[in-house]
């Protein structure tokens, strides 16, 4: 159960809906948008996976009743006016019903940049190549070798981005850490380690 919001601090439209953004808990990750009655927010806040209201079949929906891609609700905010929901979720699948992970998967030209996000899109890459292994994948390799060869890869790689930053070149210093930051997700995958938990052990030690 969802605690903390209630349906009585909800401003519903004129259709008596509400707006419900979706988005990964752990990455942050939009993924779809969709609208509630008073029903689905009911529904979703006691059994805790998400639950709609489709305005084109004018019914309520599980998310994921026929295909599977449930959302299992963590977190719920509302906005400041109270006519809309967010909602952080563990996704199972995808979200979309197109096959896309996003229903925001149209996109104007992206800025060169990678922004926080694309570390949970990595960490899913690295968990499919050690649950799906393909013939000619680095990190498949790493798998099959074990633990000991992926710890020593890890090792080597924070040293030699130790040894980049006493450079100065730039460049460098960016390539060696991002080998790194790769070596070390899988070395968290072969542990059975998420990012998440490790991002809770740094919120825990803010005192959050």
């Known amino acids: 159960m969802i605690e903390g919001i209630s ?3 909800m ?3 004129e259709k008596g809906l509400l707006c419900a953004v979706v988005q990964d808990y ?3 990750e939009v993924l779809m948008q969709a609208y509630m009655n008073e029903e689905a927010l009911r529904l979703t806040l006691e059994t805790g996976y998400a639950h709609y209201f489709s305005r084109s079949r004018n019914c309520l929906w599980k998310k994921g009743e026929t295909s599977g891609h449930v959302q299992k609700v963590l977190s ?5 006016d109270g006519d809309c929901i967010l909602l952080g979720v563990e996704q199972t699948g995808v979200a979309c019903h197109t096959g896309s992970r996003s229903c925001f998967f149209r996109k104007s030209a992206q800025p060169p940049c990678a922004g926080i996000p694309f570390l949970a899109e990595l960490e899913r890459v690295v968990n499919d190549r ?4 393909e013939e000619g994948s680095y990190t498949a390799y790493l798998f099959q070798k074990g633990i000991d060869k992926i710890a020593k890869k890890t090792g080597e790689e924070a040293v030699e981005a130790v040894i980049a930053a006493k450079n100065e070149n730039k460049e460098e210093f960016v390539g060696e850490c991002a080998d790194l930051v790769y070596h070390l997700l899988v070395l968290l995958r072969e542990k059975g380690v998420t990012l998440s938990e490790v991002c809770t052990e740094l919120k825990a030690r803010r005192g959050e």
């Open 7 to 9: 349906i009585n601090d």
């Open 11 to 13: 401003k519903w439209n």
């Open 26 to 28: 752990n990455s942050g």
């Open 76 to 80: 719920a905010a509302l906005d400041c």
């Open 130 to 133: 050690k649950e799906n292994p």
